[in-house]
């Protein structure tokens, strides 16, 4: 079996604030794979195909904006069960309803400004890899960890 692949992204405000290294390093430390990982600044058009589900609510264009306001830290990780858990490591959507000890929880204030993106379901992950990333991005590689982490 293939194993699971999430896209995260930490977004301009993320990137911004100096975050790229607390955020890989929460993902590296839980035992998740790197696989694909690069710096973008995406245009309006692309942040608007990235939030496509989202188009008829109220803060669609205002949150396009933004992704496309700076640099976006677009990545995948793979690993056991990387989609659902890491959206458990990025918290609630809401950082006033993050728990402490999420990235959202621990990093972020506001809604609007949030710092990270993460796949909410398989179908979400696989398509959003590939709005971000073309196949040769992707780096099949085994860890070394790999045998400690598991067994
Ligand atoms: P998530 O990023 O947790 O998957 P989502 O997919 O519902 O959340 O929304 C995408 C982004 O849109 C979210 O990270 C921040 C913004 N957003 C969501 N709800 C919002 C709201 N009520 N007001 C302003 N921005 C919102
Ligand atoms: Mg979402």
Redesign the pocket.
Known sequence: AEMERTFIAIKPDGVQRGLISEIVSRFERKGFKLVAIKIVIPSKDFAERH?H??KE?P?FN??CDFLSSGPVLAMVWEGEGVIKYGRKL?G???PQKSEPGTIRGDLAVV??R?II??S?GPETAKDEINLWFKPEELVNYTSNAENIFHF
């Open positions: 939030y589900d989202l609510r803060f205002g949150l990025i609630a959507t809401d809604v609007g949030n993106h993460g909410d």
